[in-house]
């Protein structure tokens, strides 16, 4: 008798630990899409499109550099827990890669960038199967993003189409209304000072969607290495051009920039940091520049205030 009280209160308590369990789940849920990001701008295209039918949760935060980002055990939870995955590709998380083809199998894990027309990347080196991932700074570019990310979720979630469209809709023309300032503002940039100048090789969509010139002093990566010589090419430049601003970037240690400033200066010439940019990440959440348009639109203001 004692036994088969004991084996019913043992089914009792699975059952309840059971049903706790679902309702946690549900309740963590709610019925939303889970949506789990690599970096901060993905992050921001899905809030913007799924609002409050979903969850996003980025693995990177401000200040963090996706070129050299190893993913912790907590990622992986967040990834495996994710009903969708949405990452940069182009080998922006170069050391993720592995994690994300195996998230491939389990689940939606989709490269935003998979859109854009290969002509209309910027080659890495001159090699034609290597690109520049950084396509966010070109915004007409970053628009074919939104349309993964819209297409995604009503794949997901074809119930709300209709309000993924909408949304998307809305956002990108709020994307043409900042391509419209951020060429109205750089145009106050005189011609012979629209030279760009950073830690790293970040900018170049942007140069290209603004025809500015971009130099910067490591390579696409902050993986790469650079030396002496380079430095010293950067601040010959610096001097022969009479440039009279260099930037640092917040995902970034300053201290080759100042490097340059510090050489220039030895040459007799005064080249100031006209600013820090947000380059490989965004601002921190719950400020404007923890948005796209707010990142974007500080960039291009502190870019002006400094060269023109």
Same mark, same amino acid.
């Given at each position: 008798?004692?036994?088969?009280?004991?084996?019913?209160?043992?089914?009792?308590?699975?059952?309840?630990?059971?049903? %706790?369990?679902?309702?946690?789940?549900?309740?963590? /849920?709610?019925?939303?899409?889970?949506?789990?990001?690599?970096?901060?701008?993905?992050?921001?295209?899905?809030?913007?499109?799924?609002?409050?039918?979903?969850?996003?949760?980025?693995?990177?935060?401000?200040?963090?550099?996706?070129?050299? &980002?190893?993913? =912790?055990?907590?990622?992986?939870?967040?990834?495996?827990?994710?009903d969708?995955?949405?990452?940069?590709?182009?080998?922006?998380?170069?050391?993720?890669?592995?994690?994300?083809?195996?998230?491939?199998?389990?689940?939606p894990?989709?490269?935003?960038t /998979?859109?854009?027309p290969?002509?209309?990347?910027?080659?890495? =080196?001159?090699?034609?199967?290597?690109?520049?991932?950084?396509?966010?700074? $070109?915004?007409?570019?970053?628009?074919?993003?939104?349309?993964?990310?819209?297409?995604?979720?009503?794949?997901?979630?074809p119930?709300?189409?209709?309000? &993924?469209?909408?949304?998307?809709?809305?956002?990108?023309?709020?994307?043409?209304?900042?391509?419209? &300032?951020?060429?109205?503002?750089?145009?106050?940039?005189?011609?012979?000072?629209?030279?760009?100048?950073? %830690?790293?090789?970040?900018?170049?969509?942007?140069?290209?969607? &603004?025809?500015?010139?971009?130099?910067?002093?490591?390579?696409?990566?902050?993986?790469?290495?650079?030396?002496?010589?380079?430095?010293?090419?950067?601040?010959?430049?610096?001097?022969e051009?009479?440039?009279k %601003?260099?930037?640092i970037?917040?995902?970034?240690?300053?201290?080759?920039?100042?490097?340059?400033?510090?050489?220039a200066?030895?040459?007799?010439?005064?080249?100031?940091?006209?600013?820090?940019?947000? /380059? $490989?990440?965004?601002?921190?959440?719950g400020?404007?520049?923890?948005?796209?348009?707010?990142?974007?639109?500080?960039?291009?203001?502190?870019?002006?205030? %400094?060269?023109?």
């Amino acid at each position: 008798m004692l036994k088969k009280v004991c084996i019913l209160v043992t089914t009792m308590m699975l059952v309840c630990f059971g049903v %706790a369990c679902t309702k946690e789940t549900a309740n963590q /849920s709610n019925g939303k899409l889970q949506i789990t990001t690599t970096t901060g701008q993905i992050a921001d295209i899905a809030e913007q499109i799924g609002q409050e039918k979903v969850v996003v949760t980025p693995l990177m935060g401000a200040g963090v550099d996706p070129h050299l &980002y190893q993913a =912790s055990q907590g990622d992986i939870q967040k990834l495996r827990k994710a009903d969708i995955i949405l990452y940069n590709g182009l080998h922006l998380e170069g050391k993720m890669g592995d994690v994300l083809e195996k998230m491939e199998k389990d689940k939606p894990t989709v490269a935003v960038t /998979s859109s854009i027309p290969k002509n209309e990347l910027i080659s890495s =080196s001159g090699d034609t199967n290597s690109y520049d991932p950084h396509v966010w700074f $070109d915004i007409s570019l970053w628009q074919h993003a939104v349309v993964v990310v819209r297409d995604t979720l009503i794949k997901q979630d074809p119930d709300n189409k209709a309000f &993924y469209e909408k949304n998307a809709t809305v956002y990108l023309k709020q994307l043409d209304e900042l391509q419209v &300032y951020a060429q109205q503002r750089i145009g106050e940039i005189p011609e012979k000072s629209r030279v760009l100048i950073t %830690a790293h090789d970040a900018f170049h969509y942007f140069g290209v969607a &603004y025809n500015i010139e971009v130099k910067g002093l490591q390579g696409l990566s902050t993986d790469s290495e650079y030396g002496l010589k380079d430095v010293q090419t950067l601040i010959d430049t610096i001097v022969e051009r009479n440039i009279k %601003a260099v930037f640092i970037e917040t995902s970034i240690s300053d201290k080759s920039i100042k490097a340059v400033v510090e050489g220039a200066k030895k040459k007799g010439h005064t080249v100031i940091v006209g600013g820090e940019l947000f /380059s $490989d990440a965004m601002g921190k959440k719950g400020t404007d520049t923890g948005t796209y348009i707010g990142m974007y639109k500080h960039n291009v203001d502190t870019i002006v205030e %400094a060269l023109k």
